[in-house]
């Protein structure tokens, strides 16, 4: 079993949309969670980044981190299709490296 | 956001040369970087942890004879991929972690082909 786990994807959703992305770990450890977006060939941009447990807002995004669960999802509201890109969850202990879920592929339609 | 510089961001050589790949941490200080390798559809890879003023540290499986990590200040770091060979073409991509939050800022990625 990895330690995150998120689902590949693709997801596809019309513009306007809410869009939930999800990830789930197996370590209690993590105390910090970070969402990245990577447009193709291009390096990962972070987004948000959130400290143990709560909700997190900026803009359109809302981060929500739920550590008795081992569960954190990005919201986007409103999706645009320049929203398309792969999403990554990542998350790590302080001061140890950060471990990756696999990504979600995003297509929003006009 | 904290921006971290990467050069070239596309490189084509041929078999058997030796290719060095530049990562700057533009407005900050950054003790410690990171070297990933991404294929098409997959995630990032985890090469080797960059230490400035000390050697990398290397992930099982990556040979650092192959990829040469140099660290030699608190704002560059250089990959080095020596003798490539196709199969090492790839997207490399490296990162920088900003104190004392932790968060990490990428690069925008290095394409490597090699003919």
């Known amino acids: 079993q990895k330690e995150v786990e998120q689902d590949p994807g693709p997801l596809s959703v019309p513009e306007g949309a809410i869009v939930s992305l999800n990830c789930t770990y197996s370590?209690?450890?993590?105390?910090?969670f970070m969402w990245y977006r990577q447009y193709s060939r291009k390096g990962p941009e972070l987004l948000m980044y959130?400290?143990?447990?709560g909700n997190k807002e900026d803009g359109r995004f809302t981060a929500q981190v739920d550590k008795s669960s081992k569960y954190i999802s990005l919201f986007i509201r409103d999706s645009q299709p320049s929203d398309s890109a792969t999403y990554l969850c990542?998350?790590?202990?302080?001061?140890?490296?950060?471990?990756f879920g696999g990504g979600t592929r995003l297509m929003v339609k006009p | 956001g904290a921006v971290v510089s990467q050069h070239p961001s596309w490189v084509i050589c041929k078999s058997g040369t030796s290719v060095k790949i530049e990562c700057r941490s533009l407005?900050?200080?950054?003790?410690?970087m990171f070297w990933y390798r991404q294929f098409p559809k997959q995630s990032l890879m985890l090469m080797a942890t960059?230490?400035?003023?000390?050697?990398?540290?290397?992930e099982q499986g990556v040979e650092k004879d192959k990829f040469l990590i140099n660290h030699a200040s608190l704002t560059l770091s250089t990959l080095t991929v020596t003798s490539a060979h196709p199969e090492d073409s790839s997207f490399y991509i490296c990162?920088?972690?900003?104190?004392?939050?932790?968060?990490?800022?990428f690069g925008e990625g290095s394409r490597l082909t090699v003919l």
């Open positions: 990162s920088a972690r900003i104190q004392p939050t932790g968060e990490l800022f």
């Open positions: 370590n209690s450890a993590f105390q910090y």
């Open positions: 959130t400290y143990s447990s």
């Open positions: 990542a998350m790590n202990n302080a001061g140890n490296m950060l471990t």
């Open positions: 407005d900050f200080q950054a003790t410690t």
């Open positions: 960059s230490n400035e003023g000390s050697k990398a540290t290397y």
